[in-house]
């Protein structure tokens, strides 16, 4: 993009987040602010996902095509924010990848899930029920094939693990504006 910010030491960012914890939110406000073409990982994958349904009736090679192409991408272009749940734990060893991370849990680390599902009942004008069980099932089911694929079938494997990340934001103790002004601060942009 012609008009976008550069960033000397940072080539692309990927924004990685458990459904409903505002990881969109935070990638679209990063893409605007810096003119950089935004991948709404969810979005894409729910719309190719469409006629495969959820991870159990996804083949396992959908799913690593689809990380192999995310990690192309950050490989190959620049000026990409790419928003996956996934995206910072493809962007391990490749260069010049800010990764951060977006939760939404209390003081003692524990999911806020109830505030989740309201934040994607409300996002995707659903009901509660339905997104309860986009945010619940779906992550099961996600988890259960990416810890087959990617973590050796360990059970305590998650991708939302804070040490894959260079920025951990909690957007239980923040608000848009102060998780927005975190991830500028942090990747060398004072606004």
């Not at 994958?45 to 006629?51: E, N, Q, S």
């Not at 689809?66 to 996956?84: A, C, D, F, T, V």
């Not at 910072?88 to 680390?109: S, T, Y």
């Not at 998650?158 to 934001?169: P, R, S």
Request: hydrophobic share 30%.
């Amino acid at each position: 993009m012609s008009n976008s910010i550069q960033l000397p030491d940072i080539k692309n960012i990927t924004v990685s987040a458990r459904i409903g914890s505002g990881g969109t939110t935070l990638a679209k406000k990063l893409s605007g602010i810096l003119g950089w073409e935004m991948l709404d990982g969810g979005k894409l994958f729910r719309a190719l996902t469409k006629d495969h349904g959820y991870a159990k009736n996804r083949s396992d090679q959908f799913d690593l095509d689809y990380e192999e192409n995310i990690k192309k991408i950050l490989r190959e272009k620049s000026h990409q924010i790419i928003q996956s749940n996934l995206a910072g734990f493809d962007a391990q060893n490749i260069e010049r990848v800010f990764k951060i991370l977006v939760v939404c849990e209390d003081e003692r680390g524990n999911d806020k899930t109830d505030i989740r599902i309201d934040r994607l009942s409300n996002r995707d004008k659903t009901s509660i029920e339905d997104a309860k069980y986009e945010a619940i099932e779906r992550e099961r089911q996600n988890l259960e094939k990416w810890r087959k694929l990617y973590a050796s079938n360990d059970q305590t494997w998650v991708y939302w693990d804070k040490k894959y990340y260079d920025l951990v934001i909690n957007t239980y103790s923040h608000n848009q504006e102060e998780t927005l002004k975190l991830a500028l601060q942090s990747i060398g942009i004072d606004k």
